[in-house]
């Protein structure tokens, strides 16, 4: 059988559906602890949101930001995201890609759910170094992430040479795609994160982990 490796291809097909995963009973503990986190971490914060998906983090942020530039690159998640009817006064979508440079942008923090385990380690340095030149100086970065629990996971499938993991997942029409999913440890992230931030503090939940600091 085939298996497709587009990860935005991916996410375009699971967009109707993605969410589902959010209603997991044994989640519901920690993701009550994020939501609680992430609207005091950037309360009154000018915020880009990378890889903002189904904007499902997208309403915490509204919630207490000044205001929010949710970005992705793809257009099928934006429409279920626009769909929530976010106030326009506080969220603006915009398609963009994580890895692109651009302008200089208002903005003194940064919200990435879910992105840096799709991020190869051979691409995050350029990553946050690209990230770093759009935002305002010293701009807070928080990150919201998987924890691999064995069981409630998708397994590893391999593991490449610059040592990323991958899983097979499968969308309810068959298709099978090769997903790259990272499950670094808290000494993995800081290593990956040093040279770019300070003030670094991450807390690992069962599920998920979070991570917050300033760029240099």
Known sequence: MTVHTNIQAYYAQRAATYDEIYARPERQADLAILH???????????????????????????????????????????????????????VTFALADAFAAGDKLDRNACFAGF?????????????????????????????????????SSTPIARTDAERNTYQIRRLPNGERHEVLKNFPTDSTLRKAVAAHLKDIRIERLEHYWMLSGRFK
């Open 36 to 90: 609680e986190r992430l609207r005091t971490l950037l309360a009154g914060q000018r915020v880009l949101e990378i890889a903002c998906g189904t904007g499902y983090w997208t309403a915490d942020l509204a919630a207490t930001a000044e205001h929010v530039l949710a970005t992705d690159i793809n257009p099928a998640v934006i429409d279920v995201a626009r769909a929530r009817q976010l106030p326009t006064d506080k």
């Open 115 to 151: 992105w840096w385990s799709h991020v190869g380690r051979e691409r995050q340095a350029d990553f946050l170094t690209t990230l770093r030149d759009r935002l305002a100086p010293q701009a807070r970065l928080v990150m919201i992430d998987n924890v691999y629990v064995e069981g």
